[in-house]
């Protein structure tokens, strides 16, 4: 029963990859291969306004877009730590040991980790932030990945706003500290070549409902997540570092500090 259990979890988790969920982008494709088909999926669901990838404009046209406001900077660098280091998650692999949001395997599933974010948030019972997508031909340079870079045609992370400014808090890119929007995507290429959405903080992949609003659960976000950490795990033995101690009690964002 268990073996039949994980062929289907696996069967699952490849054919989400293969859909427009998944946000990997051949590093030798453009991003409007994804889009487009993204694109017939919402017309075919007829909310193309209503979805993140519907509603999304060049950064230069959305930047006055308000966010979720927290008040005080060392407020949210507290609370991203907390979200951020919160270890919640069991897997089959090793039951005890308890894991945190899949930060170390940044080629997939941001999704996955923003939804999970947001209930980390909710339940630390303040105000929950936003979620910021954004399209284009996005890399990012990773030591978290065999070949030190990852290709996305779109991303998804937490946004707030303080005094003012827009902040992404976004561990997957910058395990340290949370990054003003400009920094973030800045991170993944010319801002001016990026489109960018915000959309409220239950909106999940590009062609969901930009309007939803966390339940505090997430428990799709956490089953998908399993899979997710799996492949953390053998990425890091893969690159020949030490699972057990960098997804346990010594990340690599705390051995810099």
């Given at each position: 029963m268990k073996k039949w259990f994980y062929l289907m979890l696996m069967s699952s988790s490849i054919a989400l990859a293969e859909s427009e969920i998944s946000?990997?982008?051949?590093?030798?494709?453009?991003?409007?291969?994804?889009?487009?088909?993204?694109?017939?999926?919402?017309?075919?669901?007829?909310?193309?306004?209503?979805?993140?990838?519907?509603?999304?404009?060049?950064?230069r046209l959305l930047s006055p877009l308000r966010a979720t406001e927290w008040r005080?900077?060392?407020?949210?660098?507290?609370?991203?730590?907390?979200?951020?280091?919160?270890?919640?998650?069991?897997?089959?692999?090793s039951p005890d040991f308890l894991r945190r949001i899949s930060w170390l395997y940044p080629t997939d599933g941001c999704y996955v980790r923003a939804a999970l974010f947001s209930r980390n948030f909710y339940r630390l019972f303040v105000p929950v932030p936003d979620k910021i997508f954004a399209f284009g031909n996005l890399r990012v340079e990773t030591p978290n990945h065999i070949r030190g870079v990852v290709t996305w045609w779109f991303h998804v992370a937490s946004i707030v706003e303080v005094q003012g400014q827009k902040y992404v808090m976004d561990p997957s890119i910058e395990p340290a500290n949370p990054l003003t929007l400009e920094e973030w995507l800045g991170r993944m290429g010319d801002p001016q070549k990026i489109k960018i959405s915000i959309c409220n903080s239950g909106a999940t992949s590009p062609t969901s409902d930009c309007m939803r609003e966390t339940d505090g659960m997430e428990l799709s976000a956490e089953y998908q997540q399993k899979y997710f950490l799996d492949l953390e795990w053998k990425l890091l033995k893969k690159l020949g570092r030490d699972p057990e101690m960098e997804l346990g009690d010594y990340p690599p964002w705390q051995m810099t500090q």
């Open positions: 946000a990997y982008r051949d590093p030798e494709k453009d991003y409007t291969l994804y889009e487009k088909r993204a694109l017939r999926t919402l017309a075919k669901e007829k909310n193309l306004k209503t979805s993140p990838l519907g509603s999304a404009r060049a950064y005080d900077l060392g407020d949210m660098q507290e609370r991203f730590e907390s979200a951020r280091d919160e270890r919640f998650l069991k897997t089959s692999r």
